[in-house]
C-alpha cells in the first residue's frame, strides 16, 4: 500500500532530510513512525501524498509512484489528517466541510454525496450545523478526521493527531481509527510522539533519527531496544519501562495487567 | 532559508546604518521615485535599489523580490496600456502616451517598494522599533504595533503556505493553470487564515500584557542608537537625492 525505495530526499535550502528509507506497508497494517524532532517523520507522510517528490528512489502509495502522478490524484485513495485542524479546516460548518472533501474527489450524484455526509456525520456523532470555527480543539480534530474519511480512503495518514487533545478526546480518536483499521482494513500511517499511544494502537513501529531508519519492528519489541531508544531519543511507556527493570518474568510484561498475572502466579508458587 | 521579508544576518554598510537612518534612504528614494517625472531616472531609481540590495549582502533575495514586483508591474503595465487612449497610436488601441504613462507608473512602484522591502530585510524588527523610539519619540504601543504588522507578513504568508499544503492534500487542484479557477480555490481558505490571524493577534496581545506591555516606557531599552558620520552622510546624501528627483 506504501512503499519507499531506497529513498533519498534533501530540501533545497538543507534541514531535514532522509537517507535510505526502504520499506513497505501492507494493507490494513496500523504503523506508527516515530523519531526525535527534525528527523524527518513530516518529510516522510509529505512524500507518501506526493507534496514532496523523492530525489532519488521512489515512494509508491496506493499503486501510483508518486514522482510522475498528481497529488489531487494520490489523494482520492488517501486521508491525510494534521496536526493542526485549523488548517485543514476552511468550511464553516460540520455538513460543508464534509460535502467539500466530496466535491472535491468524487464522481457521486449528489444524492449519493448527501447520503455518504449523513453516513460519516452519524459515525462520528457530529452536529450537521455546528460551527466549526468555534468548536473545541477535540471537536475540530474528529471534523478534520471524518472530512479525511469521506472519501472512504484506502490509506489515512495522521500527523501527530492526538497533540493538544485530553485523555478521553484522544482515546476516542484513536478507537475510531482503531476501530476503521480492523473493520474496514484501512491501512493506517501515524505519526506519534506519545509513546503509550503508539503501545497501545500501532501493530508496527518504524523509528528514525537524523533521517535515517534505525529500526522497523513490533512496538514491544522496539521499546526493550535500548540502543534503538537511545538513537531515536525515544521514552517508553512507563510500563515497559518498569516491567525491564523488574526483570526476570515481568520482563516480556506490556500491561499492568500482565505484571498481575505475573505476581498473582509467583504467589501461587506456579513461577 | 528565511521569508522574503525575514531580517537576514550580515555585517553589511547598511546592516549596520541606525535603522532610523535606513528608514529616511527608503522614505527619501520613494520621494523622488513619486517626484521625478524622468523615464531614464525612474529606471535608475529601481537600478539603485538592487545595487543597495547588493551591497546589504542580500543578492538573493533581493531579486527574488524584484521578480515578485516585476510579475505585479506587468499586470499593472498591461492594464495601464489598455485603458489610456490619449497619444498616438502605436499598435492597434495602444497609444505611446499609454506605454509612457505605464511605464512610470511601474517603474514609480518598484522605485518605491522595493528600497522599503530592503530596509525591512537588513533590520532587526526588535532594532526597528526600539530606534523608533528612542531616536523619533514614537510611543512604543504604536512603534510595536507598526513593527508587529511588519513582523506578521512572514507569518501569514508561512501560514497561508501551510493551508494550501493541507488543503493540496485533500485533492484540492493549485495548480491550475486557470487563473480564475486558481482564485476560486483560493478564496475560501481566506477563512482558515483569518480564523488563525485573528488567534495569533489575540494571542499575541494577550502575551504582551503578561510581560509587562503597558508598564514600558520610552527609557525601558537598554539599547542605544547614535547617529554615527556614516548615517549623516547618507542621510545628507539621500535627501539631497530626494531633491534631485522631484527637480527632474
Known sequence: MIEFKNVY?????????????????EKGE?????????????TMLKLINGILKPINGDVVTAGFNTKNTKISQIAKHTGFLFQNPDRQICCQSVKEEIMFSLNLLNDMTAEEKEERAEKIINAFSLNPDENTFAMSRGEKQKTALASALASEPEVLILDE???????????AIMDFVKKLNKEKNITVFMVCHDMEIVMDYADRVIALAQGEMVDDDTPENIFRKKDVLKKAYLLPPQITELASLLGGEFENCDSAEEILEVLKKQRKGEL | MTGVLDYSKGNSIFHNMNPVTKIIIALCICVAAFGADNLLFLAGIVALDLIIGIISGIKEKAFSIFKGFVKISVF????QVLF????????????????????????????AALPLTYMLTVTKVSDLSNALVKVCHVPYKYAFTITTAVRFIPVFINELDAIIEAQTARGVEFDTKNAFARLKLILPLCVPLLMTSVKKADSSAVSAELRGFYLRKQSSGYKEYPFKAADILAIILFIAFAVFGILM
Open chain 1, 161 to 171: 493527531p492526538t497533540t493538544g487533545l485530553d485523555y478521553r478526546e484522544c482515546t
Open chain 1, 9 to 25: 530526499f534533501q530540501y533545497p535550502h538543507g534541514g531535514a532530510s532522509l537517507k535510505n528509507i526502504d520499506f513497505k506497508v
Open chain 2, 84 to 111: 489610456v487612449r490619449s497619444g498616438n497610436t502605436v499598435f492597434l488601441f495602444v497609444t505611446d502616451d499609454g506605454i509612457i504613462l505605464a511605464a512610470k507608473i511601474v517603474l514609480r512602484l518598484m522605485g
Open chain 2, 76 to 79: 499593472l503595465f498591461v492594464l
Open chain 1, 30 to 42: 496500523f504503523v506508527a513512525l516515530v523519531g526525535e524532532n527534525g528527523a524527518g517523520k513530516s
